[in-house]
């Protein structure tokens, strides 16, 4: 199994540009998240969803889209990147929203200039 | 929301026993207790989790107050790669409740330990 996988490691972005970074998980999870994770910070959800074509905001969700056409995908879109949001994105998943383990990729280290 | 308090740091040497404490004071009847730890560059880990009764797995025990408003993780012999940032969440069992089930991070504890 190759859990949570999270593309790509690095990036560097210039200000205004867009990317997508992408997170796939093979566990068949319902649920799945992102969050951002600044220096001496603990992390902060993004967005999530519950299941194929749900999604909904977290905590910090401006400045991000998300989509979820498939179980196994859950991509994190940046329309116009800005410096602020220089950080490391984690993308988790688990079976379901509430009482389970959760799984989390090792992370994209993002930074916009 | 419900939350937690953590010490935002701790000390412990190799191969003793570690006690990170927790405060949930808040804590609602749907509220399991969740601790996943974070080593350095690397995304969290699930470490345990439990609802009232005290839990043990191969990484740790979860020790949880009667009545509930605090918990401890027990490292029953630290080693140099426990060394990580260690996060108590409050965790709604069916995705209800003021966290809706999202996993909420606060700042964890770090634990550092000495060889």
């Known amino acids: 199994n190759a859990g949570v996988t999270q593309t790509p490691k690095f990036q560097v972005l210039k200000t205004g540009q867009s990317m997508t970074l992408q997170c796939a998980q093979d566990?068949?999870?319902?649920?799945m998240s992102w969050y951002r994770q600044d220096p001496g910070m603990g992390l902060r959800l993004i967005h999530y969803?519950?299941?194929?074509?749900?999604?909904d905001q977290g905590e910090v969700p401006n400045g991000y889209n998300v989509s979820r056409s498939t179980t196994e995908d859950f991509p994190l879109r940046l329309l116009s990147a800005a410096p602020s949001q220089t950080s490391v994105y984690f993308c988790?998943?688990?079976?379901?929203?509430?009482?389970?383990?959760?799984?989390f990729g090792q992370g994209t280290r993002l930074t916009v200039v | 929301d419900a939350k937690t308090t953590q010490p935002n740091s701790m000390e412990s040497n190799e191969e003793e026993p570690v006690h990170l404490p927790c405060n949930h004071s808040?804590?609602?009847?749907?509220?399991?207790i969740h601790w996943y730890r974070q080593l350095p560059s690397q995304g969290p880990e699930y470490v345990i989790h439990?609802?009232?009764?005290?839990v043990n797995n191969r990484m740790a025990s979860l020790a949880i107050a009667e009545d509930r408003k605090s918990s401890t993780l027990i490292l029953h012999r630290a080693t140099l790669r426990d060394a990580a940032v260690y996060y108590c969440?409050?965790?709604?069992?069916w995705g209800y409740g003021g966290s809706q089930g999202n996993l909420i991070f606060g700042k964890g504890t770090k634990l550092s330990v000495k060889p």
């Open positions: 988790a998943s688990s079976y379901y929203r509430g009482n389970t383990e959760a799984f």
């Open positions: 969440i409050l965790r709604d069992a």
């Open positions: 439990g609802l009232t009764s005290n």
């Open positions: 808040t804590i609602s009847g749907t509220d399991y």
């Open positions: 969803s519950v299941g194929a074509g749900i999604t």
């Open positions: 566990m068949n999870h319902e649920y």
